[in-house]
Nanobody, 122 residues
Framework: VQLQASGGGLVQAGGSLRLSCAAS????????IGWFRQAPGKEREFVAA????????YYADSVKGRFTISRDNAKNTAYLQMNSLKAEDTAVYYC????????????????WGQGTPVTVSS
């Protein structure tokens, strides 16, 4: 599965962005999808995940209540709606896919997309 993340950009604090993660191949509907981010000088961190059927979601505490993960399997695309953005949300955001993972949330991901940068100005 090839993943393409898009939708990043520059936004003021308090604003919103929606990131998209488009997959190139059919197994997308059998994959749990995760969003991760990496800020300058920091390690990559988990942001959110969604089950292959969209039946379950899981969020990092830092984004809970502000970010929403969703997916449209008919379009082979997952989304991350980010509201009430803060300066500390500034990072490169990556999407990843876990094919038929044995656990929820997944403890590993098989495919990664390139990142899309998000900059939140305060």
């Amino acid at each position: 599965v090839q993943l393409q993340a898009s939708g990043g950009g520059l936004v003021q604090a308090g604003g919103s962005l929606r990131l998209s993660c488009a997959a190139s191949e059919h197994p997308f509907s059998s994959c749990d999808i995760g969003w991760f981010r990496q800020a300058p000088g920091k390690e990559r961190e988990f942001v959110a995940a969604i089950r292959w059927a969209g039946s379950s979601t899981y969020y990092a505490d830092s984004v809970k209540g502000r970010f929403t993960i969703s997916r449209d399997n008919a379009k082979n695309t997952a989304y991350l709606q980010m509201n009430s953005l803060k300066a500390e949300d500034t990072a490169v955001y990556y999407c990843a896919a876990a094919f038929l993972p044995p656990r929820w949330p997944p403890d590993g991901y098989d495919f990664w997309g390139q990142g899309t940068p998000v900059t939140v100005s305060s």
